[in-house]
């Protein structure tokens, strides 16, 4: 028996596959490449649409009404856009966030670029690196609690501190004029390491010897720097200016553990406007229409960025 | 000093490597120096937590500007995490007493893993799909992908609330998990270029002896990128677990908040106008454990994907 089995074998290895392509209906679905590839992509593609397309356009129709969840929506055209253009509150939001994001992009930029030479010129370790990415790792409302602690009048370990140095003690977040640049210097904490870690990986692209040359040409450091590692690190710079500069437009999470848009209004972001006309006064027309002008904003952003920077080539090719 | 032109290590370009036998060298001093005051900015801030933490809470004003906790005790972490009876005499000392951490810890690995574990197989489906399957309407689907990556999440969340609660999910796991759970355009992406970099000659002899695009995808393609997966797991559950905005929005209640939420939750509850700053420091040390423990055994990993990713 096992003799006669073994006999049919070859036979049946051999023309099995003709026959069985006619075997039609589950094979078509097992090797049909298109049936294939809408079958892996399904699960995607319906997260997709429901999550991200629809509720795109759905933003912009929400935007065109009058809508407190409680009535049906009622359409109003572009109402809300011309209330948005009158509203003093928009344009102040506006103005802080602006603000918020000069303090943080450039402050941010220079210490990632020291840190980043530092890195690739004497401590390489992975370690150190660890180090340094720490604060982005951790969540921003444990960041943001973290420093409110810090900065206590009264308990903080900062302002103890201050008040032992002879400084005295600094209300941080209750100030009016430094609620926001403390806001900002939580943020360029945590992402410090990361824009450095970006820079440092631009930087290890640039061959060593273009560096010999310019030492034998007789460049110091600091002109190796400008005329060389800058230049050459520019798709890298674009990237982090463009992703931290539309990352800092939407600060939201260190807000709303901190000082919740006071005092008098002084950190009242964009993104934290926005949540208050949504999600405490429940006007989700006029939140849609001010989140649709911030996605305007972020997108002449980027474009003039990308322009200004030429991002697309490096000197290297 | 007439050696200076012949030793490389006084002119020091951005990769040189720096000499030792310099006799002293100020530059590589003051570098180790800037990176050492780094060092200790990016982890003081959590040193004063975990000290706060480990703080007896009557100590807090006396011990402000000490650098280690007076009377350390483990106190704090106990009542947050529930382990100390509600009847106990210490529990009245601190302006609120009933912190339910363990349960928002719980939540959050919930959430975590509904969000993340989905959302990489799913992903990692399309990727595989966009990487090597030709349909129609491919390049159009990818690009749609693409662009979905412009629009502020803030955009987003307004609709999308609607949609949850419409759906009668508010406050629910799904609810919070949904929009993470089928895909994330940065998870396909990521996944489509490490596919495309490896070379497709072993899934096409694959596909010369007959297997099927699911055998292949299963067999060959998630077995051959186990560490890119692994790294975009690692990434996408960090993200996870330090989410705020949207489990915010949608994940309110105490049942199903999230650690995030209810940190922010317990900084708001203000008894007398002072929070419980031990028990609070406590919990953040708690959010960050599984932080310190995922950069302690995959420290490289996660240091080489972000830097190569820059995700956000």
Same mark, same amino acid.
């Given at each position: 028996?096992?003799?006669?089995?073994?006999?049919?074998?070859?036979?049946?290895?051999?023309?099995?596959?003709?026959?069985?392509?006619?075997?039609?209906?589950?094979?078509?679905?097992?090797?049909?490449?298109?049936?294939?590839? *809408?079958?892996?992509?399904?699960?995607?593609?319906?997260?997709?649409?429901?999550? &991200?397309?629809?509720?795109?356009?759905?933003?912009?129709?929400?935007?065109?009404?009058? *809508?407190?969840?409680?009535?049906?929506?009622?359409?109003?055209?572009?109402?809300?856009?011309?209330?948005?253009?009158?509203?003093?509150?928009?344009?102040?939001?506006?103005?802080?966030?602006?603000? !918020?994001?000069? !303090?943080?992009?450039?402050?941010?930029?220079?210490?990632?670029?020291?840190?980043?030479?530092?890195?690739?010129?004497?401590?390489?370790?992975?370690?150190?690196?660890?180090?340094?990415?720490? +604060? &982005?790792?951790?969540?921003?409302?444990?960041?943001?609690?973290?420093?409110?602690?810090?900065?206590?009048?009264?308990?903080?370990?900062?302002?103890?501190?201050?008040? *032992?140095?002879?400084?005295?003690?600094?209300?941080?977040?209750?100030?009016?004029?430094?609620?926001?640049?403390?806001?900002?210097?939580?943020?360029?904490?945590?992402?410090?390491?990361?824009?450095?870690?970006?820079?440092?990986?631009?930087?290890?692209?640039?061959?060593?010897?273009? &560096?010999?040359?310019?030492?034998?040409?007789?460049?110091?450091?600091?002109?190796?720097?400008?005329?060389?590692?800058?230049?050459?690190?520019? +798709?890298?710079?674009?990237?982090?200016?463009?992703?931290?500069?539309?990352?800092?437009?939407?600060?939201?999470?260190?807000?709303?553990?901190?000082?919740?848009?006071?005092?008098?209004?002084?950190?009242?972001?964009?993104? *934290? &406007?926005?949540?208050?006309?949504?999600?405490?006064?429940?006007?989700?027309?006029?939140?849609?229409?001010?989140?649709?002008?911030?996605?305007?904003?972020?997108?002449?952003?980027?474009?003039?960025?990308?322009?200004?920077?030429?991002?697309?080539?490096?000197?290297?090719? | 000093?007439?050696?200076?032109?012949?030793?490389?290590?006084?002119?020091?370009?951005?990769?040189?490597?720096?000499?030792?036998?310099?006799?002293?060298?100020?530059?590589?001093?003051?570098?180790?120096?800037?990176?050492?005051?780094?060092?200790?900015?990016?982890?003081?801030?959590?040193?004063?937590?975990?000290?706060?933490?480990?703080?007896?809470?009557?100590?807090?004003?006396?011990?402000?500007?000490?650098?280690?906790?007076?009377?350390?005790?483990?106190?704090?972490?106990?009542?947050?995490?529930?382990?100390?009876?509600?009847?106990?005499?210490?529990?009245?000392?601190?302006?609120?007493?009933?912190?339910?951490?363990?349960?928002?810890?719980?939540?959050?690995?919930?959430?975590?893993?509904?969000?993340?574990?989905?959302?990489?197989?799913?992903?990692? =489906?399309?990727?595989?799909?966009?990487?090597?399957?030709?349909?129609?309407?491919?390049?159009?689907?990818?690009?749609?992908?693409?662009?979905?990556?412009?629009?502020?999440?803030?955009?987003?969340?307004?609709?999308?609330?609607?949609?949850?609660?419409?759906?009668?999910?508010?406050?629910?796991?799904?609810?919070?998990?949904?929009?993470?759970?089928?895909?994330?355009?940065?998870?396909?992406?990521?996944?489509?270029?490490?596919?495309?970099?490896?070379?497709?000659?072993?899934?096409?002899?694959?596909?010369?002896?007959?297997?099927?695009?699911?055998?292949?995808?299963?067999?060959?393609?998630?077995?051959?990128?186990?560490?890119?997966?692994?790294?975009?797991?690692?990434?996408?559950?960090?993200?996870?677990?330090?989410?705020?905005?949207?489990?915010?929005?949608?994940?309110?209640?105490?049942?199903?908040?999230?650690?995030?939420?209810?940190?922010?939750?317990?900084?708001?509850?203000?008894?007398?106008?002072?929070?419980?700053?031990?028990?609070? =420091?406590?919990?953040?040390?708690?959010?960050?454990?599984?932080?310190?423990?995922?950069?302690?055994?995959?420290?490289?990993?996660?240091?080489?994907?972000?830097?190569?990713?820059?995700?956000?």
């Amino acid at each position: 028996m096992p003799s006669g089995a073994r006999l049919e074998s070859p036979q049946s290895l051999v023309p099995s596959r003709p026959l069985r392509r006619r075997t039609s209906f589950l094979h078509v679905i097992r090797f049909n490449e298109a049936i294939c590839a *809408w079958i892996f992509i399904a699960p995607a593609l319906l997260g997709f649409a429901t999550f &991200y397309l629809i509720p795109a356009f759905r933003a912009l129709y929400i935007s065109l009404t009058d *809508w407190n969840l409680l009535r049906a929506p009622k359409f109003i055209a572009m109402a809300n856009y011309s209330r948005l253009w009158d509203d003093s509150n928009f344009w102040n939001s506006m103005k802080v966030t602006l603000l !918020y994001v000069l !303090y943080n992009i450039p402050i941010q930029t220079v210490i990632g670029l020291l840190l980043a030479v530092l890195l690739a010129r004497i401590g390489r370790s992975v370690v150190l690196r660890s180090i340094i990415l720490a +604060p &982005y790792l951790i969540a921003n409302v444990i960041a943001a609690i973290i420093w409110f602690w810090m900065l206590d009048p009264i308990l903080g370990f900062g302002n103890a501190v201050l008040q *032992w140095v002879g400084i005295g003690r600094i209300p941080f977040f209750t100030d009016q004029q430094l609620a926001l640049p403390t806001i900002a210097v939580v943020n360029i904490w945590r992402h410090m390491g990361l824009t450095a870690l970006l820079f440092y990986t631009g930087m290890q692209a640039i061959p060593k010897d273009i &560096y010999e040359a310019a030492r034998i040409e007789g460049a110091g450091p600091w002109r190796s720097f400008f005329n060389i590692t800058l230049p050459l690190i520019r +798709p890298t710079m674009v990237f982090v200016l463009v992703t931290s500069i539309i990352g800092s437009f939407q600060v939201f999470d260190t807000i709303a553990v901190t000082t919740l848009g006071g005092p008098n209004y002084s950190t009242r972001t964009i993104v *934290w &406007y926005i949540y208050e006309n949504g999600f405490v006064n429940f006007r989700m027309g006029y939140a849609s229409a001010l989140s649709c002008a911030l996605f305007v904003c972020l997108a002449i952003v980027t474009l003039v960025q990308m322009r200004i920077l030429r991002s697309g080539h490096s000197e290297l090719g | 000093m007439a050696s200076n032109t012949e030793t490389p290590s006084s002119r020091l370009t951005p990769f040189a490597p720096i000499r030792v036998n310099s006799r002293f060298n100020v530059s590589l001093w003051s570098g180790w120096l800037v990176l050492a005051v780094f060092a200790v900015i990016s982890l003081g801030p959590m040193w004063i937590a975990i000290k706060t933490a480990l703080s007896d809470s009557s100590t807090l004003f006396s011990g402000a500007s000490s650098l280690l906790p007076q009377h350390p005790t483990l106190f704090n972490f106990e009542r947050v995490m529930g382990l100390i009876s509600r009847t106990d005499p210490r529990l009245e000392q601190t302006s609120f007493g009933k912190v339910d951490f363990y349960r928002a810890l719980l939540n959050s690995f919930a959430f975590t893993l509904l969000a993340v574990v989905p959302q990489i197989s799913f992903s990692a =489906m399309a990727a595989y799909a966009f990487a090597r399957l030709r349909f129609f309407g491919h390049r159009l689907i990818f690009f749609l992908f693409l662009a979905a990556t412009m629009v502020p999440g803030v955009v987003l969340f307004i609709p999308n609330f609607i949609l949850i609660k419409d759906l009668g999910w508010l406050n629910t796991y799904q609810g919070m998990a949904a929009p993470y759970a089928l895909m994330t355009p940065f998870a396909v992406f990521f996944l489509r270029q490490m596919f495309l970099s490896t070379p497709k000659e072993l899934e096409e002899s694959a596909r010369i002896d007959g297997a099927s695009y699911f055998a292949i995808f299963f067999r060959i393609v998630v077995p051959v990128h186990r560490s890119a997966l692994a790294t975009l797991t690692i990434l996408a559950g960090l993200n996870a677990w330090n989410e705020f905005f949207w489990p915010f929005l949608v994940g309110r209640d105490e049942s199903v908040r999230v650690m995030a939420v209810a940190i922010n939750a317990f900084r708001a509850q203000q008894a007398g106008g002072v929070p419980d700053w031990s028990g609070l =420091m406590a919990c953040t040390v708690l959010g960050i454990v599984p932080v310190a423990i995922l950069l302690v055994f995959f420290g490289r990993k996660v240091v080489e994907s972000l830097q190569y990713t820059g995700y956000r």
